[in-house]
């Protein structure tokens, strides 16, 4: 069955950077774009990007875009998120998402459990 | 981008009560809507996709309809198991935007 799991998460200091991992099995890694998606306590979910099924592409929510850069391992069926330059209004708990098929417009039929980031000095 | 909205921020209801959330896109979208809910200490759950298909093993209380611009989310019958957060959801194109939320609570 399909899995996500996230890692990577902690405690960084404003300004530093940090690299969450999504190791993904149960399904062909290559075949499906993933996506990360955010949750800041008590607030909601907020998208933040996606990698093509075939990496040629990746989009960015405005609020990452730049910071953030998403890549992937293809022989270790693993998604990474870099993000640099984080600021307190980044600590969230991360999840990795994905689909059902190859095609770029489908809901999130798979999500982890998620990664927790706090950003503090 | 196009903005998702969506109504109320929050509602309680009494078990077995019908319940209705709206959600709200800036620009039609066609019918690439979902609806997540979500749970304290778990990962958000897919409940309807393209408007009004219900995911597999969700149970048949929850109905989604609209197209276009106005889309909603029904619970025929409010359960205590259905406590939790709402979201809808445009995966027509990036950004894949979610709206703001809607807590449902047991009055």
């Known amino acids: 069955q399909v899995q996500l799991v996230e890692s990577g998460g902690g405690v960084v200091q404003p300004g530093k950077s940090l690299r969450l991992s999504c190791l993904a099995s149960g399904f062909t890694f290559n075949h499906y774009p993933i996506h990360w998606v955010r949750q800041a306590p008590g607030k909601g979910l907020e998208w933040l990007a996606v990698m093509t099924y075939d990496a040629k592409k990746n989009f960015y929510a405005d609020s990452v875009k730049g910071r953030f850069t998403i890549s992937r391992d293809l022989s270790k069926s693993t998604l990474f998120l870099q993000m640099n330059s984080l600021t307190p209004q980044d600590s969230a708990l991360y999840y990795c998402?994905?689909?059902?098929?190859?095609?770029?417009?489908?809901?999130?039929?798979?999500w982890g459990q998620g990664t927790l980031v706090t950003v503090s000095s | 981008d196009i903005q998702m909205t969506q109504s109320p921020s929050s509602l309680s209801a009494a078990v077995g009560d019908r319940v209705t959330i709206t959600c709200r896109a800036s620009?039609?979208?066609?019918?690439?809507l979902a609806w997540y809910q979500e749970k304290p200490g778990k990962a958000p759950k897919l409940l309807i996709y393209g408007a009004s298909t219900l995911q597999s093993g969700v149970p048949s209380r929850f109905s989604g309809g609209g197209s276009g611009t106005d889309f909603t989310l029904t619970i025929s019958s409010l359960q205590p198991e259905d406590v939790a957060n709402y979201y809808c959801q445009k995966y027509d194109n990036s950004p894949f935007t979610f709206g703001p939320g809607t807590k449902v609570e047991i009055k």
């Open positions: 620009q039609a979208i066609s019918n690439s």
């Open positions: 998402a994905t689909v059902d098929t190859s095609v770029w417009s489908r809901p999130f039929h798979y």
